[in-house]
């Protein structure tokens, strides 16, 4: 292990061999850290909080903080956290609140600088959150999601694969995959295409979301007969046109 003398390492904590503590770094006694990792100076890792392999730890960022939910009651809560992730300065993620219960962070993720997520959330894999972005509790989101600088997401909402929500927006429903929302409160204002065409999707995988876009947001059906049509269409590209129908049918919030 390359752990600095500064460093506080609470009796209890594992971690694999190989990782890397920074000077003034803090480590609780239920945590539990895979091969790889690397905690910078002045972070602090704390609660039952498990980590995969190779994340990076930036200076001053918090792990695995005490739920800020008032229903919490002293209870056995986690975070659990998968590879590869990259938590910048100052972000923070918050354990679950009720026992049992964790915050899950997938794999392949990059959290900037001052982000938040509270207690409860699921976040996926490839998710960009850009500074000063918030996650109230039990959101959820999916894979290769960009939530935009000083965005804000309302607890229990989901936001679907390939989505966006812009800049200082606040989404207080759900995000349909692949769309772009964004505004005070967020609404879909697009699908999002960049995505799509970063992400190797084919001329005619855009265009199927193109489709599926004007269906719902651009034609005079209202929503009950727009999502009849795209389970009339759903075989022309069952895993797209299925995605977003099931976002659609399990909403609690409705969306955007």
């Not at 190779?54 to 986690?78: C, E, M, S, W």
């Not at 000083?150 to 200082?168: E, I, P, R, T």
Request: charged share 20%; glycine share 10%.
């Amino acid at each position: 292990m390359n752990i600095h003398p500064t460093a506080i390492i609470e009796s209890g904590a594992q971690l694999a061999e190989d990782v890397s503590i920074g000077a003034f770094v803090y480590i609780g006694k239920d945590v539990i850290m895979g091969p790889g990792n690397n905690v910078w100076h002045h972070a602090s890792v704390e609660g039952h909080t498990s980590l995969g392999e190779n994340n990076i730890i930036f200076p001053y960022a918090f792990l695995g903080g005490q739920t800020q939910d008032l229903k919490y009651r002293g209870d056995h809560v986690g975070l659990k956290i998968g590879n590869n992730n990259i938590f910048r300065e100052y972000m923070t993620i918050h354990s679950g609140t009720k026992e049992g219960s964790a915050t899950d962070i997938g794999n392949n993720n990059a959290f900037l600088s001052y982000s938040h997520v509270a207690h409860d959330c699921r976040v996926g894999d490839h998710v960009i959150m850009s500074s000063l972005s918030a996650l109230a509790g039990y959101v959820t989101l999916g894979n290769y999601v960009n939530i935009a600088w000083n965005a804000g997401v309302h607890q229990f909402c989901k936001v679907g694969d390939y989505a966006m929500l812009g800049a200082s927006s606040k989404a207080l429903m759900d995000i349909l995959p692949f769309m772009l929302a964004e505004g005070q409160p967020a609404r879909t204002r697009y699908f999002n295409k960049v995505n799509l065409e970063r992400n190797q999707f084919s001329e005619a995988g855009i265009e199927h979301v193109k489709n599926i876009y004007r269906i719902l947001f651009h034609s005079s059906n209202n929503r009950s007969e727009a999502l009849e049509i795209l389970k009339e269409k759903q075989v022309e590209a069952p895993k797209i046109y299925i995605q977003v129908i099931q976002a659609i049918e399990s909403s609690r919030r409705g969306f955007c």
